[in-house]
């Protein structure tokens, strides 16, 4: 019997960015289009099939040496979506948190303990609930154990995948505020991935604008909310809802569906739903490039 050929989706294409020590690096766009790959290229739970992921020099996606691998799995962390999802229900706040000292030996019982219960504060929660298990705790305090988790042993980058999106309103705003305080007293570097674009617009030094698997837009947070260049970054931001009954924005929605990633479409691959696409962009795959001072964008309508 005779198998089809199976095809191969490429779910990150061509990617590439950097991230400066102390800044917040924002990846928005729709579901599907590559974010959380990304995110777990850098953590090493993918492999990718080419190119490289440098961490202070070192190249730690090919095959690094045990001390670098060690070293890089140390300081590079993760706060996941889901945060209950993201704690073992057997194990109390204090074990959670105290976890990876354990695992990477810093120093006796007492002094894991001590720091995990000066993190365990230092993320809002009381000495009591260092005590509790994760069901016990509500939707907030769960995230709160997890970022006390992934600061515990001091990382030098922090991926924030989604971290707000599965908390009420007032939650998402206390776990914004404290990730800013975080960052300011640890000199931590981010790499936030979401969708929701006044979360971002919050958080985020410079944006990272994705679609289908590709880079469409980059720059500064300010720069990209004032004065966005690309279709798409257009249309994401004309859908975020204005909180004011009195300037309600009338705006065109896209047209059509997103494309699947086993057929792409020639060319630009925004072209199927672009309002502004021209002749050559369903034929000629756009570079991104830089169009104004640390303004880069993938459009033929700036290629000119």
């Known amino acids: 019997m005779f198998r089809p050929a199976q095809k191969m989706v490429k779910a990150v294409d061509d990617v590439t960015f950097t991230i400066e020590k102390g800044m917040t690096f924002g990846l928005v766009g ?4 590559g974010k959380t790959t990304i995110s777990k290229v850098i953590l090493g739970l993918y492999k990718p099939t080419r190119g490289k992921v440098l961490f202070r ?15 890089y799995h140390r300081e590079i962390q993760a706060v996941f979506q889901d945060p209950a999802g993201s704690l073992d229900p057997r194990m ?14 810093e120093g006796d019982e007492q002094t894991r303990d001590n720091v995990a219960r000066k993190m ?30 992934a600061l515990a042993i001091h990382p030098k980058l922090v991926i924030l995948d989604e971290p707000v999106s599965a908390l009420d309103m007032s939650v998402r705003a206390q776990i ?20 929701d674009l006044s979360v971002v617009r919050y958080l985020c030094d410079i944006v990272s604008v994705m679609y289908l698997g590709q880079i469409v837009e980059v720059c500064g947070t300010s720069e990209l909310f004032e004065n966005p ?23 065109e929605p896209l047209s059509g569906t997103i494309p699947s990633p086993l057929a792409l479409p020639s ?26 001072p640390n303004h880069y964008v993938s459009c033929h309508l700036y290629s000119s």
């Not at 279709?231 to 809802?241: E, M, R």
């Open 57 to 71: 020099g070192i190249n730690v996606s090919g095959r690094p040496s045990k001390e670098n691998t060690r070293l």
């Open 267 to 292: 060319g630009c691959r925004f072209h199927t739903r672009c309002p502004s696409r021209i002749e050559v962009c369903s034929s000629v795959e756009p570079k991104l490039i830089e169009v104004k």
């Open 229 to 251: 260049l690309h279709p798409y970054t257009k249309a994401l931001l004309a859908a975020v809802p204005v909180p004011d009954p009195n300037n309600r924005r009338i705006h």
């Open 30 to 33: 729709e579901s599907g289009c």
């Open 176 to 195: 914004l505020n404290l990730l800013k305080d975080l960052q300011s007293e640890f000199e931590l570097t981010y790499l936030f991935v979401a969708h």
């Open 120 to 149: 365990v504060e230092a993320v809002g929660l009381t000495q009591e609930q260092f005590r509790r298990y994760p069901h016990e705790l509500s939707g907030g305090q769960q995230q709160r154990v997890a970022i006390a988790r």
């Open 92 to 105: 109390t706040v204090g074990q959670i948190v105290r976890e990876p000292l354990d695992i990477n030996r």
